[in-house]
Every structure is written in structure tokens, then in C-alpha cells.
């Protein structure tokens, strides 16, 4: 059972900077792609960034020069770190980890989710 495992969201000043993360095991199969997507009250789920397991990344135009996204694997567990800088009140959602899987078929799984709140 694949299990994806978040952390590192809070309340931060505009201008500010949080590190989330998150963990996923479980797969017997290889992670091609994991991302963070985040939604906000009453607006669709939308992409962040995305990084293949070859190191490729991809992200969305707002966050572009403010976030990074990085991996890293061991034996048991990949995880995905979303670094986030300069920080702005628009960046307000529950931030979701995401991972796709395939073995026969592509399947894609979803962390709980962690609330970032930014003040002004």
C-alpha cells in the first residue's frame, strides 16, 4: 500500500519561506513523477511542481523563481521537498503531494494534504 506521508505547513508573514515535505513508501514499483498541487477556498486544484524520477522539472508560471522542488531517495522511501520563498498571501491553500506509479497501468496518489496560510 503506498502511503504518502506530508509535513511542514504553518502560518508565515508575507515575504517568508516554509519547507514542506513529503514522504512516500509502500510502492514495489518504480515513482516516474512526484508533484505538489495546492487548492484554495473555493477554487479548482491546481498544479505547482512537478519532478520526474530523471530530475526534470516543471512549474507553474506564479511560482516560478519563488519555489523549488527537489528529491530524494533511499531504500525504503522517495521524498519530495517543496521549498517555498518569498512568500506571498495568494500562495493561501492546502497544499497536496502527489505520485504517479506505474505497472500495468499509470495510478496516482494523493497525500492528505497541509495547510499554508500566509499573512500580509
Known amino acids: 500500500q503506498v502511503q504518502l506521508v506530508e509535513s511542514g505547513g504553518g502560518l508565515v508573514q508575507a515575504g517568508g519561506s516554509l519547507r514542506l515535505s513529503c514522504a512516500a513508501s509502500g510502492s514495489r514499483f518504480r515513482i516516474n513523477t512526484m508533484g505538489w498541487y495546492r487548492q484554495a477556498p473555493g477554487k479548482q486544484r491546481e498544479l505547482v511542481a512537478t519532478?520526474?524520477?530523471?530530475?526534470?522539472?516543471?512549474?507553474a508560471d506564479s511560482v516560478k523563481g519563488r519555489f523549488t522542488i527537489s528529491i530524494a531517495r533511499d531504500n525504503t522511501k522517495n521524498t519530495v521537498y517543496l521549498q517555498m520563498n518569498s512568500l506571498k498571501p495568494e500562495d493561501t491553500a492546502v497544499y497536496y503531494c502527489n505520485c504517479d506509479i506505474k505497472s500495468s497501468v499509470l495510478v496516482r496518489y494523493w497525500g492528505q494534504g497541509t495547510q499554508v496560510t500566509v499573512s500580509s
Open positions: 519532478i520526474t524520477s530523471g530530475g526534470s522539472t516543471n512549474y
